[in-house]
């Protein structure tokens, strides 16, 4: 008897390739002999290559919420979303709609279109976030349309109200082939995170030049892209400035995008992520999936992710003098920086992809 697959609908609004994509596809990926993805994107979003590795992809014109212009045209094009939505469920005969974060009220609304569907919502977002002025509205409209909720961390469980309808499921990576590559000289920090407001860049800059003196012959790479916006763009010339007037040009390199890091985090000696805000962090679990110790502000995720001491350092939000501190400590320490390397791995027995798949297939089979 042949064995029947589950077709699910996933909406992503991710204008370009983050960590939500890229845990959905790597546990959906993982689920393949069992769930067959259907993936609808915005269209002008970056991500360009699903198709050819074989994934059935739509696109739609999602918009970023945030407190501007785009809020006045929000409702109009939720309303056509929906509609597109509604087409795409009825050709492809779809039964399972995963919205993959908090902000995208097609779900709801296909519900009262189609009650018959089954909604499962992911949420990846803290109230404290940049969306934090319409959380609460989006978090009780999700509790009384969705029919399962999957928080990414314990942080995000805590905030949304008490339902029997959330769980708690990670994110999680398969881990990289190739491990052990050299470390580059000098010694090198990486920070990854895309140029936007809130991701902590401007710290990790304060952070360096405060303690410049003491890391000598050290380097630090920003690697990231700017989401196709302007004030993104101009965010991060705003960073570019600001090392210009620091004098460490020589010391501070910006990169753009990039969708292989894997040899990034395994060629650097320590991984920065000092965000305001962060649901999860698929920047901290990439990382120490690569071996490389991370220095990460207690700002939601990261706190669930990284053994303070043992394979990383936490450190207070915004406190860019605890900072600069542990970039010290990690760079003088040479003994401690390779016990914690050797300790990276222990992230695997946490955030087990296998068992993230296996908690969202029971998802899917339970609805």
């Given amino acids: 008897m042949k064995k029947s697959i589950l077709k699910v609908l996933v909406i992503d609004n991710s204008p370009t390739y983050t960590g939500a994509v890229k845990s959905i596809l790597s546990v959906t990926d993982y689920l393949s002999s069992d769930v067959e993805l259907i993936l609808i ?8 290559e699903l198709r050819n590795k074989g994934y ?3 696109r739609i014109p999602f918009l970023e919420i945030d407190k501007s212009w785009r809020l006045l045209v929000y409702f109009p094009i ?29 779900g709801v609304l296909i ?21 934090g002025f319409l959380f609460g509205i989006w978090s009780k409209l ?15 469980f805590t905030t949304v109200p008490h339902s029997s309808k959330k769980t708690i499921i990670y994110d999680a990576l398969v881990i990289p082939e190739q491990l052990g590559l050299t470390k580059v000289k000098p010694f090198t920090f990486l920070y990854v995170g895309n140029y936007v ?14 303690a410049k003196k003491e890391l000598v012959d050290c380097r630090l790479i920003f690697v990231g892209g700017d989401m196709g916006r302007k004030k993104n763009r101009e965010y991060k010339e705003n960073l570019i400035q600001k090392v210009r007037e620091s004098y460490l040009v020589d010391k501070i390199e910006f990169k753009g995008f990039c969708e292989d890091l894997n040899h990034l985090y395994q060629s650097a000696h320590a991984t920065l992520n000092f965000s305001e805000s962060e649901s999860f962090s698929m920047v901290c679990l990439e990382s120490l999936l690569n071996g490389t110790p991370v220095i990460a502000t ?12 043992i394979d990383g350092f936490l450190v207070t939000n915004r406190n860019v003098i605890e900072m600069s501190k542990a970039m010290v400590t990690i760079f003088k320490d040479v003994e401690l920086r390779n016990r914690m390397s050797n300790n990276t791995f222990q992230v695997v027995n946490k955030f087990n992809i296998e068992k993230s798949a296996l908690d969202l297939l029971n998802i899917y089979q339970s609805l």
């Fill in 41 to 48: 994107l915005p269209s002008q979003s970056l991500v360009k």
């Fill in 56 to 58: 059935n992809v739509y």
């Fill in 78 to 106: 939720l309303i056509i979303n929906t509609i597109q939505t509604l087409r795409i469920i009825q050709k492809e005969n779809i039964k399972i709609l995963h919205v993959n974060d908090l902000y995208n009220m097609v």
């Fill in 111 to 131: 519900k009262l279109f189609r009650p018959k569907i089954k909604l499962v919502q992911h949420i990846r977002l803290l109230p404290n976030s940049y969306v």
């Fill in 142 to 156: 999700i509790l009384r349309f969705a029919d399962s909720i999957i928080c990414v961390s314990k942080a995000v």
């Fill in 197 to 210: 407001k809130g991701k902590g860049h401007n710290y990790a800059i304060q952070a360096f030049r405060r």
């Fill in 298 to 309: 207690k700002c939601g995720g990261p706190d669930e992710i990284i053994d303070h001491e």
